[in-house]
């Protein structure tokens, strides 16, 4: 059974960075589709970034291009979410999730992942 663990949240200024971790079981991370998604106080969850199983590209949304990185560490089977100039509208619990993605949308891993962690807080102050 596939299983995912985030951690490393926290309070962080704005400006300020943070790496979050997701750990995971039952899967490897090298070749499996692997989503972080985010969702603020009264708001939907939304996609953040992820990386394909199909093609191994990496997509993210435009809210966090060019401030958040992924990258994956195949001997922990750990993936990272790297969160630079975060700013207030960042705030959110964010959830890493795996699962076998959608083709019939795009990016087809912002899709169709059915595994989920249970999320870590990440408060940006100003």
């Known amino acids: 059974e596939a299983q995912v663990v985030e951690s490393g949240g926290g309070l962080v200024q704005a400006g300020g960075s943070l790496r979050l971790s997701c750990a995971a079981s039952g899967f490897n ?13 009264g708001k939907e969850r939304e996609a953040v970034a992820c990386i394909s199983r199909s093609n191994g590209r990496q997509y993210f949304a435009r809210a966090v291009q060019g401030r958040f990185a992924i990258s994956r560490d195949y001997a ?19 959830y890493c999730a795996t699962g076998w993605e959608n083709g019939v949308y795009y990016p087809p891993c912002f899709y169709g992942m059915d595994s989920w962690g ?8 100003s």
């Open 29 to 41: 991370v090298a070749n499996s589709a692997i989503g972080w998604f985010r969702q603020a106080p």
């Open 76 to 94: 922990k089977n750990t993936v990272y979410l790297q969160m630079n100039n975060l700013n207030p509208e960042d705030t959110a619990t964010y």
């Open 118 to 125: 249970r999320g870590t807080l990440v408060t940006v102050s």
